[in-house]
């Protein structure tokens, strides 16, 4: 991945990403901390915080996000024309002439369905993002619990008790409480989080300078911290908690050093390194834990066994690099995002071409999930657009969120009922929750 952290003002809306060099504001938030104090109950009071909207106010006609038109000087259909309009999408591939109109070769979609209705946007919260290429920060764990980053804490959001509490702070000191081999004894400090990850009790979250960090919920402290590449140009791109076949716990980490480390989750050691001749952006382990999908700084995305790291499949098709990829429960369909502009889906039993290419509206594809039951399948544009695929009806019907902002990371709750959206963005950065819409009527409920 491009190694660039303030310098890509260029692809960011409205110079919207935090500044986490500001020593102003990072002084504020030292001196906010009081209020969100990690090893207290202090929790965020939303009744101190800009007005949330509600599914009601939203059909009463209120924005979801709570821009207010009416006060602007320009309609929201007329700021969506101009947006669409001078976007500027990244690519660190040029693009062959031949190549430049996707559009044929695209699979067919119908937008307007609606698979998942506006439950409630929450500005208690504001997802924040690093780096303009990585977009994986949010994670759910339950329809009613949300993790998220905010400039440097890793926040916890209740949608049951609509409250917000801070789960740790990395901006100072950060020693791990449990002596591991490999761990630093000396800590780390003032991390700047780029990937996460987030299964069952167990939370990880990497560096912009290669730093991870394993933090179990149920327990206090920090269980692991260390650096894992001390390379100059050593960013943690991506954080993956599996299950290897055996059902053990592991965690897997994609790096800019061209390696992927897979460490257990009891002791942290290393057990595995798997070197690939470019820097890895991201992987995804499939459900049967054989096979691991290995995204990078090259427009070919490869299948790699997943004991021994050696390829064993190379999908050809993308235009730039990779940066997302998720599999089907099934265990069959594997779908990657790039910089393209594009999502392509792939059947690994038959990896010669993809099953469909499905174009984003403005921006490369920085993040893909499928829900648990295979039913539905969420892709994020680096701003503004989260599709919404029905794979039942082989993809071709489509729910859009259109929405203003940078897209810090998208999740469906684990029994599918809820998929939330953070939103990076200085006035209205937040995090948007939508629920399930079922045969019968949907009552506004918090159960």
């Not at 369905?113 to 977009?135: C, E, G, M, P």
Request: with cysteine.
């Amino acid at each position: 991945m491009d190694h660039y952290y303030q310098d890509d003002s260029d692809y960011l809306v409205d110079d919207e990403m935090v500044d986490f060099d500001d020593d102003v504001e990072y002084d504020v938030r030292i001196r906010r901390r009081s209020d969100i104090d990690s090893d207290s109950e202090n929790d965020f009071d939303s009744n101190n915080k800009s007005p949330d909207t509600t599914a009601v106010q939203a059909r009463r006609g209120k924005d979801i996000q709570g821009i207010p038109w009416n006060r602007l000087n320009f309609t929201r259909e007329k700021y969506r024309e101009t947006r669409l309009q001078q976007y500027k999408n990244y690519e660190s591939l040029p693009r062959p002439r031949r190549s430049r109109n996707l559009d044929k070769d695209c699979t067919h979609f119908e937008r307007g369905s609606s698979f998942y209705d506006f439950r409630h946007n929450t500005r208690s919260v504001k997802a924040t993002i690093v780096h303009f290429q990585l977009r994986n920060l949010v994670w759910a764990t339950s329809k009613h619990d949300v993790y998220l980053m905010q400039n440097y804490s890793i926040m916890h959001w209740s949608s049951l008790k609509q409250k917000g509490k801070e789960v740790l702070n990395v901006a100072g000191q950060i020693v791990p409480s449990v002596k591991h081999p490999g761990s630093s004894p000396q800590g780390l400090t003032r991390v700047q989080v780029s990937a996460m990850s987030v299964k069952d009790n167990l939370v990880v979250v990497g560096g912009f300078q290669g730093e991870l960090i394993c933090k179990y919920l149920d327990k206090p402290g920090v269980s692991f911290c260390t650096k894992i590449s001390h390379d100059e140009n050593s960013i943690t791109n991506a954080v993956e908690i599996y299950n290897d076949a055996s059902g053990a716990t592991r965690l897997m980490t994609a790096n800019n050093d061209l390696l992927v480390r897979v460490f257990d989750t009891e002791k942290f050691t290393v057990l595995e390194r798997f070197s690939f001749p470019w820097s890895v952006n991201h992987t995804s382990v499939s459900p049967d834990s054989k096979l691991v999908a290995v995204l990078g700084d090259n427009a070919d995305c490869l299948l790699a066994d997943c004991k021994t790291g050696k390829t064993v499949g190379t999908l050809r098709g993308h235009l730039d690099y990779s940066f997302a990829a998720a599999w089907h429960p099934d265990g069959y369909i594997l779908a990657t995002g790039n910089q393209d502009t594009t999502c392509r889906l792939w059947d690994v039993r038959k990896l010669s071409s993809s099953l469909a290419v499905l174009k984003g509206r403005m921006g490369a594809i920085r993040s893909i999930r499928f829900s648990s039951d295979g039913r539905f399948m969420a892709m994020a544009e680096p701003a503004d657009f989260v599709h919404l695929y029905d794979t039942r009806q082989d993809y071709t019907k489509s729910q859009e969120i259109d929405l203003f902002g940078e897209i810090a990371g998208i999740s469906f709750s684990p029994d599918t009922e809820a998929f939330f959206v953070g939103v990076a963005d200085r006035t209205y950065g937040s995090l948007l929750e939508f629920n399930r819409r079922r045969m019968n009527y949907y009552f506004d409920s918090i159960l």
